[in-house]
């Protein structure tokens, strides 16, 4: 089932903004993960924060988390048009192969 | 990083017909892989956990004898959707853990007609 909300739902910016996405979960974690798809594509991982990670950064892109409030933020610096996808946060119970469990996504439109 | 590749792409089949789907985990090995289904717009819901060697593990209201998950060695897991009906018509995805970090297959667009 899914663990939580992103929001918002969709985003609209113009290149050369930032975009920061929300991410709020249920449950405890051992990390959370930032995907991004394209449509009609497989998801690719961008970024991982672990439990007692409050901060970290990945060239354009800067991952918080706040356990106390069990959300992540994703913020994208300096989008590209090529930036446009939606993105999901995912969270694990452990750090073993446990299963993942997805927001519901942002769909990020960057335009020229 | 390391690489899921996911068979075929697109599938466009005729109701009560049987497509099968391969996962395989081209540089790493894989004893457990995940089968998503994503809906239009939609989150990825897990259908089931594969298990090399053994039994898959399904996620509530998915069914066993629908959707067959065959994970005979540690690069490959199948999917099978057998009987497909319009309503299986869908995006379908698979993973595989290298350690905590998921990698995903391209994905499968079946649609049943």
């Known amino acids: 089932s899914q663990q939580g909300e992103e929001d918002p739902q969709a985003l609209s910016i113009q290149e050369g903004e930032n975009a920061t996405m929300n991410c709020s979960y249920k449950?405890?974690?051992?990390?959370l993960q930032w995907y991004r798809q394209n449509s009609g594509r497989g998801l690719v991982h961008l970024i991982l924060?672990?439990?007692?990670?409050r901060e970290k950064h990945s060239g354009r892109l800067r991952v918080t988390l706040d356990t106390s409030k069990k959300s992540s933020s994703l913020l994208i610096t300096a989008s590209r048009a090529a930036d446009t996808a939606s993105y999901f946060c995912?969270?694990?119970?452990?750090?073993?192969?446990?299963?993942?469990?997805f927001g519901k996504g942002t769909m990020l439109l960057v335009s020229p | 990083g390391a690489v899921v590749s996911q068979h075929p792409s697109r599938v466009i089949c005729k109701s009560g017909t049987s497509v099968k789907i391969e996962c395989r985990s081209l540089?790493?090995?894989?004893?457990?892989m995940f089968w998503y289904r994503q809906f239009p717009k939609q989150s990825l819901m897990l259908m089931a956990t594969?298990?090399?060697?053994?039994?898959?593990?399904?996620e509530q209201g998915v069914e066993k004898d629908k959707f067959l998950i065959n994970h005979a060695s540690l690069t490959l897991s199948t999917l099978t959707v057998t009987s497909a009906h319009p309503e299986d018509s869908s995006f379908y995805i698979c993973?595989?853990?290298?350690?905590?970090?998921?990698?995903f297959g391209q994905g499968t667009r079946l649609t049943v007609v």
């Open positions: 540089d790493f090995q894989a004893t457990t």
């Open positions: 594969s298990n090399e060697g053994s039994k898959a593990t399904y």
């Open positions: 449950t405890s974690i051992n990390n």
């Open positions: 924060i672990r439990s007692n990670e």
């Open positions: 993973s595989a853990r290298q350690g905590a970090q998921a990698f």
């Open positions: 995912a969270t694990a119970a452990n750090s073993g192969y446990s299963t993942l469990t």
